[in-house]
Each structure stands twice: as structure tokens, then as C-alpha cells.
């Protein structure tokens, strides 16, 4: 059994910061691609930012230059530093990371944290 469990999220204030983190536990032999998606009320659920294995990154034309991915391979983590927020970063993040467990290999979610910016 593999899980995907987030935590940092929370209220805060427009110009402040979050530390997310998701960490994957369980049967677990390698993951390669990790990410944070987000998903506002009413809205469809969209990428933020990934992360491969070794390291590349990608972001969301959004969140550049205010949001960081990065990832700790010993300890199966990615996170998201979020600086400068906005009150339209307020959403539902989710984490997801493709697995290779012992029996499958797929993609896993998380079960998701708010995320509230205040005005």
C-alpha cells in the first residue's frame, strides 16, 4: 500500500509564504516524476509545478519566480516554497508522484491541503 500525505497548508495573508510538503510511504522501489496541482472552487484542477528524479523542474506560467518544487529522493518528499501569495492562489493542493511499488507501477495523489490567502 502506497500513500501520498501533504501537509503546510493554511490561511495566510496576501504577500506571505507556505512550505508544503508530501512525503510517500508504503512498498515503494523508486519514484520517478513528482508534482503539486491545485484546484479552486468551481474551477478544473491544474498543474502548479513538477519535478523529475533528477532534479529538472517545471512551473506553471502563474506561479514563476514566486513558487519553488523541490524534492528529497532519501526521504520519497517533494515540496512546493510558495512566496509572494495571492489571494488567486487559493485552492485545494494535491501532490502526485508516478511509483513503482511492488506490484504496480502508477500514479499516486495525495488527499490535498488548502490553501487560504487573505487579501
Known amino acids: 500500500q502506497v500513500q501520498l500525505v501533504e501537509s503546510g497548508g493554511g490561511l495566510v495573508q496576501a504577500g506571505g509564504s507556505l512550505r508544503l510538503s508530501c512525503a510517500a510511504s508504503?512498498?515503494?522501489?523508486?519514484?520517478?516524476?513528482m508534482g503539486w496541482y491545485r484546484q479552486a472552487p468551481g474551477k478544473q484542477r491544474e498543474l502548479v509545478a513538477t519535478i523529475t528524479r533528477g532534479g529538472s523542474t517545471n512551473y506553471a506560467d502563474s506561479v514563476k519566480g514566486r513558487f519553488t518544487i523541490s524534492r528529497d529522493n532519501a526521504k520519497n518528499t517533494v515540496y512546493l516554497q510558495m512566496n509572494s501569495l495571492k489571494p488567486e492562489d487559493t485552492a485545494v493542493y494535491f501532490c502526485?508522484?508516478?511509483?513503482?511499488?511492488?506490484?504496480?507501477?502508477?500514479?499516486?495523489w495525495g488527499q490535498g491541503t488548502q490553501v487560504t490567502v487573505s487579501s
Open positions: 502526485n508522484a508516478e511509483i513503482r511499488s511492488t506490484y504496480y507501477y502508477r500514479t499516486y
Open positions: 508504503g512498498s515503494i522501489i523508486s519514484i520517478n516524476g
